[in-house]
């Protein structure tokens, strides 16, 4: 059974490749026409959120460098710990929901320190796979198709980013345990 989702899994990627244009040239879509088509509306979009990108790194920058970020996980640092949140995986609370890069550079350099073993490595690990970069979705994907009230997307997104915080650390728990 291992064997043929194995096989499977391998072969997924080049049969859909294959699938599309063949399915696009029986229902008589001119594929390299639609494609151009779709890569200059894309190329559109990514030159049309260069603002909305620039205006959210410099401010992720300016918050991490004002000191504002060590500030706020000094503050909250004890109470998570009492909850079982180890504090080496805070900024990357803070992190994660702002940048990708910045957080999967932290989780980097976390396992570098810490090993890839230990609890905390676990934990941020599973931080990494159980949230989103909700500030940067909604920066980029709001700002290319222009719309100027999120309602309640940024609540939701937060929210979320939290439940699967404490979730991330919940499961390690019952995993791994304290290691």
């Not at 980029?140 to 999120?150: D, E, K, L, Q």
Request: one cysteine or more.
């Amino acid at each position: 059974m291992l064997a043929w989702i194995e096989l499977l899994s391998a072969w997924m990627i080049p049969m859909l490749i294959a699938f599309i244009p063949l399915y696009a040239a029986y229902r008589k879509v001119p594929v390299y026409e639609t494609f151009i088509d779709g890569a200059k509306d894309g190329f559109g979009t990514a030159v049309s959120i260069i603002p909305h990108l620039v205006g959210m790194l410099t401010a992720i920058s300016m918050f991490r460098a004002s000191g504002a970020l060590d500030t706020i996980i000094q503050s909250i640092r004890p109470f998570l710990e009492l909850l079982g949140v180890p504090g080496e995986v805070l900024p990357l609370a803070l992190l994660r929901p702002l940048t990708g890069a910045g957080s999967l550079a932290f989780v980097t350099d976390l396992i570098k320190t810490q090993g890839p073993d230990t609890f905390a490595a676990k934990v941020a690990a599973t931080i990494q796979g159980s949230t989103d970069t909700t500030l940067y979705v909604l920066t980029v994907y709001f700002g290319a198709v222009g719309i100027r009230n999120s309602r309640y997307a940024l609540k939701v997104g937060l929210f979320s980013d939290i439940v699967g915080f404490f979730a991330a650390v919940a499961v390690c728990w019952l995993l791994f345990g304290q290691s």
